[in-house]
């Protein structure tokens, strides 16, 4: 007996929302994710392939005249530096000489790598939004520093679901354990990547219920809690032993220099004032070539030849209108950040005020993705020190609490709270450690409220042992 199976096929068509950039906004977010080496790099490589872009002499030589008179503030401000020798920064900026002329290479890096992943897996403009959002807030090693919840208070999303759905899609990229909130999640995440066998499912459950044992290597001690045989606890350990706690760490591009150039510096006027300068030594300014353009008024060009001058012409006004945006996009955020932060540059780390994306985007009027996008990678260089753009920006902590004095205290941001932390635990005494209640408490009488299970939180995160552990 033979059957058949009958099947109808008809056309229809399915509206579908997805996210298309445009070439020219593609340009523009590559423009704006270089720090300034990476943009001279850039330059030089569309200078090379494009015909119709070329340096403009004329402006180059007023530029140079506004670099001297800022290396002049500059000296007032390094003045100023070597009076107070504690003060911590780093050399360079605008005295480095530009690299030699070669052909230039572009290093993708990997948060690039990750959004392109993320736009072939997600079409939704607000996954897409989240998903950008977690990217560009994982740390050096590769690790997500913030919880859902501050993910969705930062977008102004209400449902945190959808923002761990789309964490559990970003996970599963390459390299393995990537965006991972702890260094278990980032084993898990690795373990469950690998072939299923005895072996990798009894790390599973070491890593799940005796990471800590684990750690102090007490093997007899796991055998016992998971009823398993001593040899075959010894060889998971060794599978874990294989795997990438810092999975970011072998993903990113190196390079040829490791020094940082930065994109701002903070110079500091004649009249004593905090001024924002953004660097453009090395970086020529650009123009259109004026023969292509008299060329195709001549009309004796075949329409090939047309449209290769037209098409190159396009490219380069809006490779230009990119590194005028950009540094338009830069300053705006950077004078921000001097604003906001101005009891910062007065006392240092401990006057950090918290500021979020969604706070300087609404100010400067950008979305919170351009901020996210200008600030990757970018350095700037203060009286205070060289810091990353996103130093700068930190959560507030806690609820403001009333003090023994009966006075209401303030909101501080987080990267302050882990800076005291540190102060306090660097300062502890070491036969008696202080508890994190005990650092609780600390914080309470200075009145700020912060959860004990916050206190742990960033203390592991500063990579700081529990107070048993750091008795001497």
């Not at 110079?267 to 970086?283: F, M, Y």
Request: hydrophobic content about 40%; some cysteine.
């Amino acid at each position: 007996m033979v059957y058949f199976l009958h099947m109808n096929m008809k056309l229809s068509t399915i509206q579908v929302q997805k996210q298309i950039l445009a070439p020219s906004m593609q340009q523009s977010i590559e423009v704006l994710l270089l720090p300034l080496m990476d943009l001279y790099q850039s330059i030089n490589i569309e200078i090379q392939n494009n015909p119709l872009l070329e340096i403009d002499e004329d402006s180059l030589l007023q530029q140079q005249e506004e670099d001297r008179d800022n290396a002049t503030a500059m000296d007032r401000t390094l003045d100023q530096l070597i009076e107070s020798p504690d003060t911590p920064f780093f050399s360079g900026g605008i005295y480095d000489d530009p690299p030699d002329e070669k052909p230039f290479k572009h290093l993708v890096s990997l948060e690039e790598k990750m959004f392109r992943q993320l736009q072939i897996d997600v079409s939704d403009p607000l996954l897409l939004k989240i998903g950008e959002f977690i990217i560009w807030n994982l740390n050096e090693d590769g690790y997500l520093t913030l919880s859902c919840e501050e993910i969705a208070a930062n977008l102004a999303v209400q449902d945190i679901e959808t923002v761990m759905r789309v964490l559990k899609i970003i996970q599963c990229f390459d390299p393995p354990g990537i965006a991972a909130r702890d260094l278990q999640e980032c084993l898990l995440l690795q373990l469950a990547g690998t072939d299923s066998s005895p072996e990798s499912e009894l790390a599973s459950r070491i890593v799940r219920e005796c990471l800590k044992e684990l750690g102090q290597k007490k093997f007899t001690e796991i055998a016992k809690r998971l009823k398993a045989p001593i040899d075959k606890v010894k060889a998971a350990t060794q599978f874990i032993a294989s795997l990438d706690p810092r999975p970011a760490r072998n993903h990113r591009p190196i390079r040829e220099s490791i020094y940082i150039k930065p994109d701002v510096t903070v110079i500091r006027t004649e009249d004593d004032q905090l001024s924002v300068v953004v660097n453009k030594a090395g970086l020529p300014p650009l123009r259109i070539n004026q023969k292509y353009k008299a060329l195709i008024r001549q009309g004796k060009l075949s329409a090939d030849e047309k449209k290769f001058i037209r098409d190159q012409l396009q490219n380069a006004v809006v490779f230009i209108k990119s590194i005028e945006q950009r540094g338009q996009t830069v300053r705006a955020i950077a004078e921000h950040i001097l604003a906001h932060q101005q009891k910062f540059f007065q006392d240092g780390h401990s006057g950090l005020a918290p500021m979020t994306l969604k706070d300087v985007a609404e100010a400067i009027d950008r979305n919170e993705s351009t901020v996210s996008r200008a600030i990757h990678n970018k350095y700037m260089d203060t009286p205070k020190g060289l810091f990353p753009f996103k130093f700068f920006f930190s959560q507030s902590v806690g609820k403001a609490a009333e003090n023994a004095a009966g006075t209401t205290g303030n909101n501080v941001s987080n990267r302050t709270i882990k800076e005291q932390i540190k102060e306090l635990i660097e300062n502890e005494n070491k036969s008696s450690p202080l508890s994190d209640a005990e650092i609780q408490q600390y914080f309470f009488k200075k009145g700020t409220s912060i959860a004990r299970r916050t206190i742990t939180k960033y203390r592991q995160m500063e990579r700081i042992l529990p107070s048993h552990l750091r008795k001497i």
